[in-house]
């Protein structure tokens, strides 16, 4: 499908995305990047050089839950073994923490070294910055950024993190420039670089001078106005229109730290007298900065070392809250051109429930079903549900189709994506919350492959409403609808207003039938406002018996599905009393029996003979999927039941 440019390796200059043959992206990194939700990536120095253990290893993986709490997925950066990783586990953070470990700070100039020597690196925001536009993150969180040293106009002592800002699109969320840096020169070499600079101003209060001054780490004052202020739905704007103008450089939002962390005055003075302690130690390049952190630390009593810590995980819950609300943008404009695919009039729209199966069919040797005690057989796990199962059989037709359903981001969810990609079905996945549960149905068949019973988990089917259809663009005039009985009444009757010619409906479950009965009232009294022609129905026997026991669709008697000439009266009473409405009732071993659109009456098509049957579950699944894409090329039903009836016979015995 279409997909609006981002912070991805694939727009990369030769030179970064040919990193991507050394990078190893955690699972969960990976599976959330191909999901478009929000990832958020993070420096791992913090860890090996910031702090010591095991509190630097505490404060890194406390960052990662507050992530995670503000629904992104944290990615912390950094090198094991020579090979750049990006999504840390647990155990290669304590590696990099560990007091025991030898770990070299990887800025750009030290990734190949580090790399080819098979080395442990921690990197830095330069390095986490390269490796965060590699992998396609477009948000990176750090404590505080590099800048220009004091006294650097003399030394050219100007850290690399100001280049790489100049030089690769990432946005830096930081606390500001680190406070032992000369601030205002720092600001001046940003400038140069062509980096767009802004304080984020949520969480400023209004004692402030305005415009708020830039943050200095330990200090929201840093005594030199900010160049831009933003709120952080901003500086996702800000994002985005600048990654839609694919300017080759990085962007800095700073945070100021909480004010009950701030430490003014005290900072500066202990500044200074590390400043002084640098000369007379001859302390210099990269070894400056930790040991000035460590110095104001000891000044401060431990002080500066709390407000290092809550200065981060501030950081943390801003940047996650720009990179989700940046993310926000980029999947509705997705949606947006994924809409403009999905309506296309020669895709099949398929909107329902998509569940894991789990089959157990009982072994031909035990004798019935035993209650209360073990029973044996053969047990399969599949992906299944009525949507799902249909849009695969419409996929077999050589149809393009799209399946708008819901599942959760869980280990089923991972199959379902798997599935539906294999069987060349777009998928559109409604859910909104990535704790959400994937639907399971546990099906217990006989030794004939007959349905015994059933238990179902399907929460997750409250995601598939109308508010989430048009945000996704779904409601829009379409020849053709395909919805099953999982999706709650308000969809089925929104769809009554854009489907124009056949709204085709599985109640998918006899206790679910009573939605196609509502469906068929609100028709009945708003047949002038609705815009679609037909009403098709595709019961089986068991939820065809419920729909004539109504009071709605009451005849005056009892119908015996096992009687041919019965359903078929039964049938045509319903479609008498409603005109609009059209069955195709599926009968199991006896055929089908179904409405004709020319002649306007009813008539029964018998089943294939089976000898072996394989399964009879999704056989009425299997004859949908191929009506729906007969009826969206323009045949009958008359001349699309036959090779619909084939397609179910050859399901059955597990050829299709």
């Known amino acids: 499908g279409s997909r609006e440019q981002r912070f991805d390796g694939n727009n990369n200059n030769n030179k970064i995305s040919s990193l991507r043959n050394v990078l190893r992206v955690s699972e969960e990194v990976s599976q959330a990047l191909a999901d478009c939700r929000p990832v958020v990536s993070l420096e791992s120095t913090i860890i090996s050089h910031g702090m010591e253990y095991p509190l630097n290893v505490e404060t890194a993986l406390s960052v990662e839950e507050i992530v995670r709490e503000e629904k992104c997925v944290p990615a912390t950066i950094g090198i094991i073994d020579g090979q750049v990783v990006v999504g840390l586990s647990q155990m290669e953070i304590e590696l990099l923490g560990s007091r025991d470990s030898k770990v070299t700070k990887a800025s750009r100039r030290d990734l190949a070294y580090v790399v080819s020597k098979g080395l442990l690196g921690a990197t830095t925001v330069s390095g986490t910055m390269i490796a965060s536009h590699a992998a396609g993150i477009p948000v990176f969180v750090t404590g505080g950024l590099g800048g220009v040293h004091r006294d650097g106009h003399l030394t050219m002592d100007v850290s690399a993190d100001l280049h790489e800002l100049g030089r690769t699109p990432v946005a830096v969320v930081s ?255 409604l859910a909104s919350e990535s704790s959400t549960r994937t639907g399971v149905y546990n099906a217990w068949l006989n030794s004939d492959g007959a349905l015994l019973g059933a238990m179902a988990d399907m929460s997750v089917f409250e995601e598939i409403n109308a508010e989430a259809l048009n945000a996704r663009g779904i409601f829009v005039e379409r020849d053709v609808v395909f919805v099953d009985c999982n999706c709650n009444i308000d969809v089925l009757k929104e769809l009554t207003n854009w489907t124009k010619r056949v709204l085709f409906v599985d109640p998918t479950s006899v206790p679910k039938t009573e939605k196609v009965l509502h469906l068929i009232e609100f028709m009945h009294t708003k047949a002038r406002e609705t815009s679609v022609q037909t009403l098709l129905v595709s019961p089986s026997a068991e939820e065809f018996e419920f729909l004539c026991s109504s009071e709605l669709l009451d005849r005056g008697r009892s119908t ?71 009826l969206l090329r323009g045949l009958t039903i008359k001349e699309s039941i036959p090779r619909a009836i084939t397609a179910a016979s050859n399901h059955i015995r597990g050829s299709r």
């Not at 007379?280 to 500066?304: C, D, H, M």
């Not at 057989?377 to 996929?395: H, I, K, L, Q, Y």
């Not at 089943?607 to 949908?624: E, H, Q, R, T, Y």
Request: hydrophobic residues 40%; charged residues 20%; contains cysteine.
């Open 560 to 630: 015996d599905v096992n009687n041919i000439d019965d359903v078929l009266e039964a049938a045509e009473f319903m479609t008498a009393k409603n005109p609009f409405l059209s069955l195709v009732v599926t009968l199991g071993e006896k055929g089908v029996v179904w409405f004709d659109d020319t002649t306007r009456q009813y008539f029964h098509e018998p089943a294939d003979a089976v000898a072996d049957v394989k399964s009879v579950n999704g056989a009425g699944d299997c004859l949908n999927g191929v009506l729906l894409v007969s």
């Open 175 to 429: 606390a500001g420039v680190k406070s032992v840096l000369d601030i205002t020169r720092t600001l001046e070499v940003l400038e140069t670089q062509g980096v767009f600079v802004g304080t984020v101003a949520d969480e400023i209060s209004d004692n402030l001078a305005s415009p708020p001054p830039f943050p200095a780490f330990f200090s929201r004052n840093s005594g030199v106005d900010s160049p831009n202020v933003v709120t952080s739905a901003e500086a996702a704007n800000l994002l985005h229109a600048h990654t839609s103008l694919g300017l080759n450089c990085g962007m800095l939002f700073a945070v100021p730290i909480p004010e009950e962390y701030d430490l003014g005055d005290d900072v500066n003075e202990a500044i200074e007298d590390g400043v002084i302690a640098l000369k007379e130690y001859n302390i210099s390049g990269k070894e400056v900065t930790p040991y000035l952190l460590q110095f104001v630390n000891e000044a401060t009593k431990g002080r500066s070392l709390q407000s290092n810590i809550a200065l981060v995980k501030n950081n943390a819950r801003v940047g996650s809250g720009i990179a989700r609300q940046y993310n926000d943008i980029i999947t509705k404009n997705q949606h947006r051109n994924m809409s403009t695919q999905h309506n296309n009039e020669n895709t099949a729209l398929v909107v329902g429930g998509t569940v894991c199966d789990i089959t157990m069919k009982m072994n031909p040797s035990q004798i019935g079903y035993i209650p209360y005690t073990t029973n044996y057989g053969d047990m399969s796990v599949s992906v299944g549900g009525v949507a799902r199962s249909v849009a695969c059989s419409a996929s077999k037709e050589n149809a393009n189709v799209t399946l708008v359903t819901a599942f959760g981001d869980d280990y089923f969810g991972d199959m379902i994506r798997q599935d539906t990609k294999s069987n060349n079905v777009d998928c559109v996945n």
